[in-house]
């Protein structure tokens, strides 16, 4: 039988939610707890941490130590990472409890990365703010063992092994630490972990896992989920498909109205929303990390489109048609003077051009490293470091090609990143332009 090629156009109401169950089993010492297919399986609140050697310490009295030998004191493992802005605006506020719970208390922060990533970040924490704290660097089994699939992340292990708590920033608090060293019952929200669903964007999501529609049969199809547990939020697509996973209804007017601008992505001063509804679509920033986890839960959907390849063009459009038809609100963009950042170039002389070789990318709060790296990079990165001030930043060099740059400052610093970009006869200035804004209305409106 000849297999006929389809159009589909689907609303999904439901999720799937894809579970495995594990046999575990305690092994030696030095084995951990493992599956009986041999990976280390998850430890959950009430379970006793196994002995565990902890390598790569640095900034502590010794390299490398056992779980055990810490037992005097409550450990709280802060999970984090350099690029992780949440994680560095913390750790100053983990120096100062681990300060004031010097006796009782032991913060140990771990990170995957290399020592002397962890080094470098650290110490320009130190000369920046004056926090010294350790941390276990290169890590690959507590990360496994407590399994999690955002940063930070904390987990409370008391003066016996045992595993009191896992949560999140919000709970770190001197009353629960307090309540943590008298051993009284916790009750904290849990921060939970969810096994990673591996959607490809390149996959239908119908064709993910129990799906079998082979994609060679597909014309085209648009697709609206609710929220997939394990899903990681992103946006991405290739010349004619479009997904996003685990967003909100609002990232999905900004993106399908950015029509590949991706600045329009970042600032909340460029979106007007006028609705009845509007914490269904978006919520506030200003809640706790559970708090938003929760609202994800309930309002976040996915969205999956692709087109014919000679309707590439048009993809957008059609999204935008998606969303009218599937949400009750309509969008339009308007043009407004607004104050943005410009990255212009000083005099004549093009001191950042690259001079080839290896791309090398290091991005963190206290330093921005380029090799080979186009510049639109350095725009990119610094919308990151700048969105919470509602602000665009373009690039009005007139130089397109890549850069190799080293910004060694706390980005958030406008003079103090404008003192380094001097060297490079770059600035960042305060003028205003006109842009697009997007407003979003309900359809009674």
């Not at 119908?206 to 648009?222: E, M, P, W």
């Not at 850069?403 to 060297?423: A, P, S, V, Y």
Request: hydrophobic share 35%; glycine share 4%; aromatic share 12%.
């Amino acid at each position: 039988m000849r297999t006929l090629p389809i159009i589909i156009h689907l609303i999904i109401s439901n999720f799937l939610l894809f579970s495995f169950n594990t046999v575990y089993s305690q092994t030696s010492k030095q084995q951990f707890y493992k599956t009986s297919a041999g990976h280390l399986f998850q430890l959950r609140i009430g379970d006793k941490c196994p002995e565990i050697e902890i390598t790569h310490i640095i900034n502590f009295k010794k390299n490398r130590a056992f779980i055990s030998e810490f037992r005097g004191k409550g450990i709280i493992l802060d999970f984090w990472a350099t690029w992780c802005l949440p994680c560095i605006s913390l750790l100053p506020k983990i120096d100062s409890l681990q300060k004031i719970f010097e006796n009782e208390i032991l913060f140990l922060p771990v990170s995957y990365e290399k020592e002397e990533v962890v080094s470098t970040m650290l110490n320009k924490i130190k000369n920046l703010k004056g926090t010294v704290l350790p941390s276990v660097t290169e890590d690959t089994v507590l990360k496994k063992l407590f399994n999690f699939n955002t940063y930070p992340h904390y987990v409370w292990i008391d003066t016996g092994g045992y595993i009191k708590a896992i949560t999140y920033s919000n709970e770190l608090t001197k009353v629960n630490l307090e309540a943590f060293i008298k051993g009284e019952n916790l009750n904290l929200p849990i921060k939970e972990y969810y096994s990673p669903q591996n959607i490809h964007s390149n996959v239908p999501i119908f064709s993910q896992n129990d799906f079998s529609l082979k994609d060679s049969a597909l014309i085209r199809y648009s697709i609206v989920t609710k929220y997939i547990p394990g899903a990681v939020s992103s946006a991405g697509g290739a010349n004619n498909k479009i997904m996003l996973k685990n967003v909100s209804i609002l990232t999905l007017f900004k993106f399908a109205y950015s029509e590949g601008n991706f600045n329009l992505l970042f600032g909340d001063s460029f979106i007007k929303i006028y609705s009845k509804d509007s914490l269904k679509y978006t919520y506030n920033k200003n809640w706790s990390e559970q708090q938003i986890t929760d609202w994800h839960f309930k309002n976040a959907v996915c969205y999956d489109l692709l087109v014919p390849l000679e309707d590439s063009a048009l993809k957008y459009k059609i999204m935008q048609q998606d969303l009218e038809k599937n949400f009750p609100l309509k969008a339009f963009k308007e043009k407004v003077k607004t104050k943005c950042f410009i990255i212009k170039q000083l005099g004549n002389s093009k001191d950042y051009i690259s001079k080839g070789g290896k791309s090398e990318r290091i991005t963190n709060q206290y330093q921005l490293k380029y090799k080979n790296i186009s510049i639109r990079a350095l725009t990119l990165d610094l919308l990151k470091f700048y969105q919470y001030k509602n602000i665009q930043i373009f690039n009005e060099t007139g130089y397109k090609g890549n850069i190799d740059i080293e910004l060694n400052t706390d980005l958030h610093n406008i003079q103090l990143l404008n003192r380094e970009l001097n060297k490079y006869n770059l600035s960042i200035q305060e003028e205003t332009r006109d842009l697009d804004i997007l407003v979003i209305k309900d359809h009674s409106n």
